[in-house]
């Protein structure tokens, strides 16, 4: 099913060029290969969605794109620079929003910005100044002169896209940005994304969440053990998915089995959720959705709730693999940005 | 009833997109600070964060006060005979333990900003990648300076008077901060190589603490067993230790500070390049 859509939005002659163009990127860790033969072709100006679960090798893909990561093999070209060879350059264009929030806790959010406008090359008047209008746009002037370990998930967000754009670079690298964040921290980080879209920056973001790759992307490769999967535009791709999916929760949970039968009868796979009474289904037609229902009430299937909603990373991943998004064995999250060591 | 919300506008509004847009459309376009320009603006961090986080100079520098305070009273009488003949003997090695126990910060603050991801930022920076790590240094420096001077004014509270004066004092503190500059680049390289901060902390304690007690900054070494003796003498931080006290005695051998020099440029010889390749490599 994957390939079904693979290549169905790049590649056309009068396209701008392509601001990532790797080829065959590999890491490994000892035995591990985060990284497996991943393609990429990113257009200039998009914004292009790299979903996949944790250990996926969304963050190691990243580092090597943004030159903190030297590939073991493959190529990749980033603005038209290679990433190994001309790695100075890259860095000049681009700039990295880790995972992990990467700014200095122990200095204040103005520092911070003054910081990085001053290593860009600005005086310290118009660093001071930079600080000062980003620190406003970005709604934490007020917390400006505070030490960043006193702020919020979402203020210390928002400082780090900042922090990111003191000079505006072409292309920016996103690495889960709204990660823990609430909804309202996440509807202000979209926001700023896509006003860097809309002033013409290119943006990588990795993401966990389906639903941010489509509110953001103009196209989506989805990465799994270190290779890509499927790739494609977000209509495409849930298009194969389905472009919703049913949730339902039973009133009693021995009734899952008869429920996974009708449905799965109804609507072809059956996701079990991990609550015990709970199930999903990829539903494109919410028509469909609505009989598969009924069919449960005829059965007198108990029904505490249902709804009709994007699928979830899981449910892609069932429809694009047939296996469940692995989640990491317990205590080995996806090596976060400096912490993993070759 | 009906749940209302108590924060205003869910959703951005249209005026702070439009705030960000103009703050990403009126971008400056200059060229990448040079390396010393990027270095000292990592040393200007360094200096930010003395000031931020004062706690962390305090904890290294409460401890040889405090053995300053507990050595001369309690044992001072027993080892020099008075408590005033012990601090003339201490002060100029508690001096050269301060600083060092110092030293052991710069590792730590290293893997801290490794784990928080700062190290990913700076790395990815269009300027002189040893730049970070060269700032840290020089910001460190005014570190040790900070907790030489302590311990100093400590001293002289308690009564120690040093015969060469302030030249004396000014000069054994920069050769210990030279010595530090040294040893530090140790507690950097097992920054980039431990797992936390803690870790790091751990690890350089038990080698410096051990060291500054096998040396000759509490007592004369002619009252070790012979073996430990031996080595006591070739202890580096003795020979550190005896220079200090030379400087501020005013009866300095030029050996010792030729050795302890000697010894400063040969840790960063084999450890700056080591930092650097770790840092480097990510």
């Known amino acids: 099913m994957a390939g079904a859509f693979r290549g169905g939005f790049t590649g056309s002659v009068t396209d701008p060029p392509l601001a990532i163009e790797a080829t065959g990127l590999v890491k490994s860790f000892g035995e591990t290969r985060a990284v497996d033969g991943v393609d990429l072709a990113v257009r200039q100006g998009s914004v292009y969605g790299v979903l996949g679960p944790n250990g996926a090798g969304k963050t190691t893909t990243i580092r090597m794109l943004a030159t903190l990561l030297r590939p073991d093999g493959g190529q990749a070209r980033v603005l038209g620079y290679d990433v190994v060879a001309e790695a100075d350059q890259v860095r000049r264009a681009v700039s990295l929003t880790g995972q992990l929030a990467s700014v200095d806790e122990d200095l204040t959010g103005r520092e911070n910005l003054v910081l990085l406008g001053r290593l860009l090359g600005l005086r310290r008047p118009a660093a001071k100044e930079r600080a000062a209008e980003l620190l406003e746009a970005f709604g934490i002037q007020a917390a400006g002169g505070r030490l960043v370990k006193t702020y919020s998930g979402g203020m210390r967000r928002r400082l780090d896209v900042a922090a990111s754009i003191v000079v505006t670079p072409r292309l920016m690298f996103l690495d889960e940005p709204t990660t823990g964040l609430d909804p309202r921290s996440r509807n202000q980080v979209w926001g700023i994304i896509r006003a860097l879209v809309a002033e013409g920056t290119t943006i990588l973001l990795c993401t966990q969440y389906l639903e941010e790759a489509d509110q953001l992307a103009d196209g989506i490769a989805v ?4 290779k890509v999967i499927a790739e494609g535009t977000p209509g495409q791709l849930k298009a194969s998915v389905g472009s ?6 039973l009133l009693d949970p021995s009734q899952r089995p008869e429920a996974e039968r009708l449905l799965e009868r109804e609507l072809g796979a059956v996701v079990r959720e991990p609550d015990p009474a709970a199930l999903s289904a990829p539903c494109a037609d919410a028509g469909r959705g609505a009989l598969a229902m ?8 108990g029904i505490a709730d249902f709804s009709l909603g994007q699928p979830s990373l899981d449910e892609v991943f069932l429809a694009l693999t047939g296996h469940h998004a692995e989640a990491p064995a317990a205590g080995e999250p996806e090596p976060v940005p400096g912490t993993h060591r070759p | 009833m009906s749940l209302r919300p108590t924060t205003p506008g869910h959703l951005m509004t249209a005026a702070d997109e439009a705030a ?3 703050a990403i459309s009126s971008t400056p376009k200059p060229d990448p600070a040079g390396p010393l320009a990027a270095a000292l603006t990592f040393a200007w961090r360094g200096m930010r964060k003395v000031r931020h986080v004062p706690e962390q100079l305090l904890d290294v520098t409460i401890t040889p006060v405090m053995f300053v305070l507990m050595f001369t ?4 009488g027993e080892v020099a005979g008075s408590t005033a003949d012990y601090l003339d003997y201490l002060l100029p090695g508690i001096l050269v333990l301060s600083v060092l126990f110092t030293t052991v910060y710069s590792g730590v603050a290293l893997n801290t900003d490794l784990t928080k991801g700062v190290v990913d930022r700076f ?4 300027v002189w990648r040893p730049a970070p790590l060269l700032g840290s240094m020089l910001g460190d420096t005014v570190r040790y300076v900070l907790a030489g001077t302590v311990i100093v ?3 002289l509270a308690l009564g120690y008077r040093p015969p060469a004066g302030v030249g004396g004092v000014v000069a054994a503190l920069g050769l210990v901060v030279i010595f530090a500059f040294g040893l530090s680049w140790v507690f950097t390289t097992l920054g980039l190589l431990l797992r936390s901060p803690n870790a790091v902390m751990n690890a350089g304690f038990m080698g410096i603490f051990p060291l500054t007690f096998l ?6 070494p002619e009252t070790l067993p012979r073996p430990l003796e031996a080595f006591v003498n070739v202890n580096p931080i003795s020979v550190l230790a005896r220079a200090s006290r030379g400087l501020m005695g005013g009866n300095a051998d030029m050996t010792d500070i030729v050795i302890v020099l000697a010894v400063a440029a040969g840790l960063t010889a084999v450890f700056a390049p080591l930092t650097t390749r770790l840092y480097r490599r990510g």
């Open chain 1, 223 to 226: 990465i799994d053990h270190g």
């Open chain 1, 244 to 249: 919703g999916a049913l949730r339902v929760r």
């Open chain 1, 294 to 301: 009924a069919e449960l009430a005829r059965a007198s299937v």
């Open chain 2, 20 to 22: 960000v847009r103009r």
């Open chain 2, 73 to 76: 009273y309690v044992f001072g």
């Open chain 2, 123 to 126: 790395r990815s920076l269009p």
């Open chain 2, 153 to 155: 004014l400590v001293g």
């Open chain 2, 215 to 220: 040396s000759n900054v509490f007592v004369d």
